[in-house]
């Protein structure tokens, strides 16, 4: 792997590991640009929920921390500083605002829940058992808006609501999504953590689809733990995916 976006931080309370040995790790393993993108901390209105995302007040440690590392391995290896962020209509511009002072590289989309707060509508849990449409056209609904801001490099697993809901609707809702990332140039994630831990995405269903339409697909580490950047096999797996379905795969650097 040469490149990746997608790494958390031990600052979101859920991923293992000193920043310093992702690098390391990173390093040891080929990668050339690593782009650290903690989740971004959930702020008022929303509440706050630990071990899910950064607290508000750690923000600046986790960008020095990063700034430091980049410093002190600029011989090596590129590191880039961004966040994984919810898009929320209501309170987008709220976000970007707390976010603007840290100057970061980028954001990703990841959209992790539905509506306005976080609280019901996780996809976690309904991702495998819902089976209202409702929530994939939401999801979707949401995932584009967030899209046609332009504030996202890419969108991380695209396929995260999952494949419980009718066939019709899966197929009519997941080509939209498709279709406009496509139109916005926005490439869209074949995720890693996901694969390593058989999650439902990425989800061959979703990225027949996503060959179809001919979405740019970016590979990304999503990386919760260093071993990942040694682990071959997963990459290996997501390559195999790639060939199968003739994705048009990301080989360059994006930023
Ligand atoms: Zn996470
Ligand atoms: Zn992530």
């Known amino acids: 792997m040469l490149f990746n976006y997608h790494t958390h931080t031990k600052y979101c309370g859920h991923a293992k590991g000193e920043m310093r040995e992702y690098v390391e790790t990173a390093i040891e393993n080929g990668v050339k640009t690593l782009g650290f993108s903690d989740h971004s901390p959930f702020i008022p209105p929303l509440r706050r929920k630990l071990g899910v995302r950064m607290a508000a007040n750690d923000v600046e440690a986790y ?77 979707v609904a949401q995932a584009i808006q967030g899209m046609q801001t332009g504030d996202f490099l890419y969108l991380a697993h695209p ?37 390593r831990g058989n999650r439902c995405y990425p989800n061959p269903r979703f ?20 071993e990942i950047f040694a682990e071959r096999e997963t990459e290996a797996k997501a390559l195999e995916m790639v060939e199968k379905l003739g994705l048009r795969l990301i080989k360059t650097p994006i930023l």
């Not at 996780?122 to 089976?131: C, E, R």
């Not at 926005?186 to 694969?195: A, D, K, R, S, V």
């Not at 990225?207 to 590979?219: H, K, L, T």
Request: hydrophobic share 35%; aromatic share 10%; net charge negative.
């Open 207 to 226: 990225f027949r689809i996503a060959a179809e339409v001919g979405n740019d697909v970016i590979i990304g580490a999503d990386a919760h733990s260093p």
């Open 159 to 195: 396929d995260m609501a999952g494949f419980a809901y009718s066939d019709a609707c899966i197929e009519r809702e997941y080509r939209r999504l498709c279709t406009e990332a496509k139109r916005l140039h926005i490439p869209l994630e074949l995720n890693l953590w996901g694969l």
């Open 63 to 139: 960008v020095a921390e990063v700034r430091s590392l980049a410093k002190e391995y600029s011989n090596e290896i590129r590191i880039l500083c961004g966040v994984e962020l919810e898009y929320f209509p209501s309170f987008h511009e709220e976000q970007k605002a707390f976010l603007k002072p840290l100057q970061l590289d980028y954001c990703i989309l990841g959209q992790h829940y539905v509506g306005e707060n976080n609280d019901e509508s996780n996809l976690f849990h309904v991702q495998n058992q819902s089976s209202d449409d409702r929530i994939l056209e939401q999801y």
